[in-house]
């Protein structure tokens, strides 16, 4: 036990880098510096450390990588695309998982100086961060100086809160800090992110119980999601509805295409790199003029070359997997949800439940999902979701437990009802 400590311990100071650098690397000058492989590199380091140091593996994360095995050789078989493609997509899709797993499967512990640190430095970058989208607000600039597109702005904004929350003591002032962080990205002026403050407002002040599927928050949620349309409605309207049968709204002829493409592939889909995702438009796959994509004369017109657009929204992607696929997709996110529901600790609650409906929201009209973007979202969310989450101090209310072994942690499959716990009382 007292080496399977120090193994935890290990664990969470890499962890701990790999938040550090990533702020900068994966967020901050991500596009600036135009090494835009930091993400995958960062990954493909964190998934070699936890292949050598973790004995036993989830169930799941083997039936996951399985999967993938078997849509690449899926994918080579119909040969829709070229076999570079497929690899690289390949590579572009498991990413997510990837990044949950890593930090769901390793036992981590994170030293209590070391929470300090990171509030310290959450703190440093969102000054930064508010400077800079200060800036491009005033100036009225289409990009963010440094960071680019506004979109990315604002998804900083969000991480940047989160980290700080998870690694605070979780107090009302730590709240209110998190909430300072929040508003920075109501500075991109982007739609979706109103959207997204105001879930995050609605879980981190207003929630005082857990959700349950009752009348009560069924009109509570109706309201919400009242209120977040009343903001985006514009782009929401003419994404899904009003806009369906414009020939160069790409998103709509994205979604339009998704059922007949799984229907036309049943029961597996059309296999990688040939719809809905940067590597179909990079390694241009002849779905699009063959599914009325030909009919597009927005950004000069669709062919090889000139497709970046494409890559502009997660759910058509799914069309790859086809029904067979979109099984194991739901049940994945099932058993989130369920795992979710048994957190004791308030902001971890709360903060899964916003990872998971930023998740949803954004990727609407975006494909933050396999992104950068998306990556520290699965990072975070693997952290909380862990089984031996209870070594994390911020899993326990207050978020200023004593520190504790794993030899005394003991039993952390056991009573998860511990009194210690204080079941949503923020």
């Given at each position: 036990?007292?080496?399977?400590?120090?193994?935890?311990?290990?664990?969470?100071?890499?962890?701990?880098?790999?938040?550090?650098?990533?702020?900068?690397?994966?967020?901050?000058?991500?596009?600036?510096?135009?090494?835009?492989?930091?993400?995958?590199?960062?990954?493909?380091?964190?998934?070699?450390?936890?292949?050598?140091?973790?004995?036993?593996?989830?169930?799941?994360?083997?039936?996951?990588?399985?999967?993938?095995?078997?849509?690449?050789?899926?994918?080579?078989?119909?040969?829709?695309?070229?076999?570079?493609?497929c690899f690289l997509d390949m590579l572009q899709q498991a990413k997510p998982y990837i990044a949950f797993y890593c930090t769901y499967t390793m036992a981590i512990i994170i030293k209590d100086k070391k929470y300090a640190k990171i509030r310290k430095?959450?703190?440093?970058?969102?000054?930064?961060?508010?400077?800079?989208?200060?800036?491009?607000?005033?100036?009225?600039?289409?990009?963010?100086?440094?960071?680019?597109?506004?979109?990315?702005?604002?998804?900083?904004?969000?991480?940047?809160?989160?980290?700080?929350?998870?690694?605070?003591?979780?107090?009302?002032?730590?709240?209110?800090?998190?909430?300072l962080i929040m508003a920075i990205g109501l500075l991109s002026g982007r739609s979706k992110f109103y959207g997204d403050f105001i879930l995050y407002v609605f879980l981190f002040f207003f929630l005082k119980k857990k959700l349950s599927f009752n009348?009560?928050?069924?009109?509570?949620?109706?309201?919400?999601?009242?209120?977040?349309?009343?903001?985006?409605?514009?782009?929401?309207?003419?994404?899904?509805?009003?806009?369906?049968?414009?020939?160069?709204?790409?998103?709509?002829?994205?979604?339009?295409?998704?059922?007949?493409?799984?229907?036309?592939?049943?029961?597996?889909?059309?296999?990688?790199?040939?719809?809905?995702?940067?590597?179909?438009?990079?390694?241009?796959?002849?779905?699009?003029?063959?599914?009325?994509?030909?009919?597009?004369?927005?950004?000069?017109?669709?062919?090889?070359?000139?497709?970046?657009?494409?890559?502009?929204?997660?759910?058509?992607?799914?069309?790859?997997?086809?029904?067979?696929?979109?099984?194991?997709?739901?049940?994945?996110?099932?058993?989130?949800?369920?795992?979710?529901?048994?957190?004791?600790?308030?902001?971890?609650?709360?903060?899964?439940?916003?990872?998971?409906?930023?998740?949803?929201?954004?990727?609407?009209?975006?494909?933050?999902?396999?992104?950068?973007?998306?990556?520290?979202?699965?990072?975070?969310?693997?952290?909380?979701?862990?089984?031996?989450?209870?070594?994390?101090?911020?899993?326990?209310?207050?978020?200023?437990?004593?520190?504790?072994?794993?030899?005394?942690?003991g039993a952390i499959e056991g009573d998860r009802e511990n009194k210690e716990h204080t079941i949503l009382n923020s």
């Open positions: 036990m007292i080496n399977a400590s120090k193994v935890a311990y290990k664990n969470g100071n890499v962890i701990y880098w790999f938040i550090l650098l990533f702020i900068p690397f994966g967020l901050f000058f991500y596009k600036y510096t135009g090494y835009e492989f930091y993400d995958e590199a960062a990954l493909v380091t964190l998934l070699a450390y936890m292949l050598l140091t973790v004995k036993k593996y989830p169930k799941e994360a083997l039936i996951c990588g399985l999967l993938f095995v078997f849509y690449i050789l899926y994918s080579l078989y119909l040969g829709l695309n070229i076999p570079k493609a430095y959450v703190i440093a970058f969102a000054i930064f961060l508010f400077v800079l989208m200060a800036q491009r607000f005033t100036t009225r600039m289409g990009q963010i100086p440094i960071i680019g597109h506004p979109t990315f702005g604002a998804t900083c904004s969000f991480v940047l809160a989160l980290l700080y929350l998870l690694f605070s003591k979780q107090t009302k002032k730590d709240k209110y800090i998190a909430l009348l009560k928050y069924l009109v509570v949620g109706a309201l919400v999601v009242g209120i977040v349309l009343i903001f985006t409605w514009e782009k929401f309207d003419y994404y899904f509805i009003a806009g369906m049968d414009d020939p160069n709204n790409i998103r709509a002829l994205l979604t339009k295409n998704t059922p007949v493409i799984m229907n036309e592939y049943f029961p597996f889909g059309s296999g990688f790199a040939t719809f809905g995702n940067v590597t179909s438009s990079d390694y241009f796959s002849p779905l699009y003029l063959s599914h009325g994509f030909e009919k597009v004369t927005a950004y000069g017109g669709l062919y090889a070359g000139n497709a970046f657009f494409l890559a502009d929204t997660f759910l058509p992607n799914l069309a790859q997997y086809g029904y067979f696929g979109l099984i194991f997709f739901c049940a994945f996110w099932y058993k989130r949800w369920k795992e979710v529901k048994r957190i004791n600790n308030a902001t971890a609650y709360k903060t899964a439940l916003f990872i998971m409906g930023i998740l949803f929201a954004e990727n609407l009209a975006d494909t933050m999902y396999m992104s950068n973007r998306g990556m520290m979202l699965f990072i975070l969310l693997g952290l909380i979701l862990n089984p031996q989450a209870e070594l994390n101090k911020f899993m326990h209310v207050g978020g200023n437990i004593k520190e504790r072994t794993l030899a005394q942690e």
